[in-house]
């Protein structure tokens, strides 16, 4: 199923958009490669894995309040047993939403939303800084057509800061892959290359490039539900909140559920040609990780220190966020990720 949402919003095939059974165009689903793929035109995409009927996440792009910085990101995010492993709008941050791509500081605006940190005078209220990535157009929303049973949705943003003007086009691609009830996991890889299309370069930050200590979240953000505090953070040669502003070529993340028996654990990984280490030439990435007082998820960017993108210039990063049920150890994360080349 190709979006067609709007003017320019994919491509058209030139046929009459009703589907059978008297499904409107904004609720029709696809069914061809095992996932069932439901596009509310103007709101969200939802994935669905029909054997069980489990959504496993909704891609929600429709209005936010200006406040919290209007982004797309996935809620609610679950495993193949049907259990939330995302928390959307809590009490402490209402503009933590599930997964999604943020930029807390970039060229002094802020992307991220809700206060502003600033040095010496700590988290403010400045509306003036908060900017938004609005959705544009879906290039691809449907099932795989390798026959590998995944699921594309490719999306093209544009970046502002509060006064609207255009600083940054966004490329993005948000693939679901390996669905294997067998081992009860499954995996999305989420591509981004954002272009600055300003006169001068974009400086990404964080709060800790701002001059807060081991505060460095930028890039894409994972907030766990509130039941998952206190989880355990897992790396490949350590474990704990001791990883905070670590590198490492992968983190996971495990915790009980609230409400429904048993655990999760969620791997996130950057794919080679990140060159998270830096070695390569590319900025280095970072871990931000805590699991109090809530779990959270980042492989920065602009831990430590700025990127600076010239004008013109591309940055792309890609990783994989593997959802399981049960308690993963760290030999059993190293094999899956060796089996599941990218």
């Given at each position: 199923?190709?979006?067609?949402?709007?003017?320019?919003?994919?491509?058209?095939?030139?046929?009459p958009?009703?589907a059978?059974?008297?499904?409107?165009?904004?609720?029709?689903?696809?069914?061809?490669?095992?996932?069932?793929?439901?596009?509310?035109?103007?709101?969200?995409?939802?994935?669905?894995?029909?054997?069980?009927g489990?959504?496993?996440?909704?891609?929600?792009?429709?209005?936010?309040a200006?406040?919290?910085?209007?982004?797309?990101?996935?809620?609610?995010l679950?495993?193949?047993?049907?259990?939330?492993?995302?928390?959307?709008?809590?009490?402490?941050h209402?503009w933590?939403?599930?997964?999604?791509?943020?930029?807390?500081?970039?060229?002094?605006?802020?992307?991220?939303?809700?206060?502003t940190?600033?040095?010496g005078?700590?988290?403010?209220?400045?509306?003036?800084?908060?900017?938004?990535?609005?959705?544009?157009?879906?290039?691809?929303?449907?099932?795989?057509?390798?026959?590998?049973?995944?699921?594309?949705?490719?999306?093209?943003?544009t970046?502002?800061?509060?006064?609207?003007?255009?600083?940054?086009?966004?490329?993005?691609?948000?693939?679901?892959?390996?669905?294997?009830?067998?081992?009860?996991?499954?995996?999305?890889?989420?591509?981004?290359?954002?272009?600055?299309?300003r006169?001068?370069?974009?400086?990404?930050?964080?709060?800790?490039t701002?001059?807060?200590?081991?505060?460095?979240?930028?890039?894409?953000?994972?907030?766990?539900?509130?039941?998952?505090?206190?989880?355990?953070?897992?790396?490949?040669?350590?474990?704990?909140?001791?990883?905070?502003?670590?590198?490492?070529?992968?983190?996971?993340?495990?915790?009980?559920?609230?409400?429904?028996?048993?655990?999760?654990?969620?791997?996130?990984?950057?794919?080679?040609?990140?060159?998270?280490t830096?070695?390569g030439?590319?900025?280095?990435?970072h871990?931000?990780?805590?699991?109090?007082?809530?779990?959270?998820?980042?492989?920065?960017?602009?831990?430590?220190?700025?990127?600076?993108?010239?004008?013109?210039?591309?940055?792309?990063?890609?990783?994989?966020?593997?959802?399981?049920?049960?308690?993963?150890?760290?030999?059993?994360?190293?094999?899956?990720?060796?089996?599941?080349?990218?």
């Amino acid at each position: 199923m190709t979006a067609q949402g709007g003017p320019g919003e994919g491509k058209s095939d030139g046929k009459p958009h009703g589907a059978p059974g008297g499904k409107s165009h904004a609720e029709r689903d696809d069914l061809r490669d095992g996932l069932r793929i439901a596009h509310a035109h103007g709101d969200r995409v939802t994935v669905t894995e029909p054997t069980s009927g489990v959504e496993l996440f909704s891609y929600v792009y429709g209005p936010e309040a200006p406040w919290e910085a209007p982004k797309p990101y996935l809620h609610p995010l679950r495993t193949l047993a049907g259990n939330v492993v995302t928390d959307y709008r809590p009490n402490d941050h209402r503009w933590h939403k599930g997964l999604q791509m943020t930029a807390s500081h970039l060229s002094g605006a802020n992307l991220w939303g809700g206060n502003t940190y600033v040095h010496g005078e700590g988290y403010l209220e400045l509306p003036e800084r908060v900017g938004s990535m609005r959705h544009v157009a879906f290039d691809q929303v449907e099932a795989d057509g390798t026959g590998s049973g995944g699921a594309v949705i490719a999306e093209r943003l544009t970046w502002h800061p509060y006064d609207g003007s255009l600083w940054a086009e966004e490329e993005r691609r948000v693939e679901v892959r390996d669905v294997d009830p067998a081992s009860g996991s499954w995996a999305l890889t989420w591509t981004t290359s954002v272009t600055n299309r300003r006169d001068e370069p974009l400086r990404f930050g964080s709060p800790t490039t701002a001059g807060r200590e081991m505060a460095g979240y930028t890039g894409l953000f994972w907030r766990g539900p509130r039941g998952f505090r206190d989880g355990r953070i897992i790396g490949p040669d350590a474990e704990g909140p001791g990883l905070m502003g670590r590198q490492a070529p992968w983190l996971a993340y495990s915790a009980e559920h609230d409400v429904a028996d048993g655990h999760a654990t969620l791997v996130f990984a950057h794919a080679p040609e990140n060159d998270h280490t830096g070695e390569g030439g590319a900025h280095p990435a970072h871990w931000f990780v805590r699991n109090e007082p809530f779990a959270a998820v980042a492989p920065s960017f602009a831990f430590f220190d700025e990127l600076e993108l010239a004008p013109g210039d591309t940055l792309t990063r890609r990783y994989r966020v593997v959802v399981a049920d049960g308690v993963w150890e760290r030999e059993e994360i190293a094999k899956y990720l060796a089996e599941h080349p990218w």
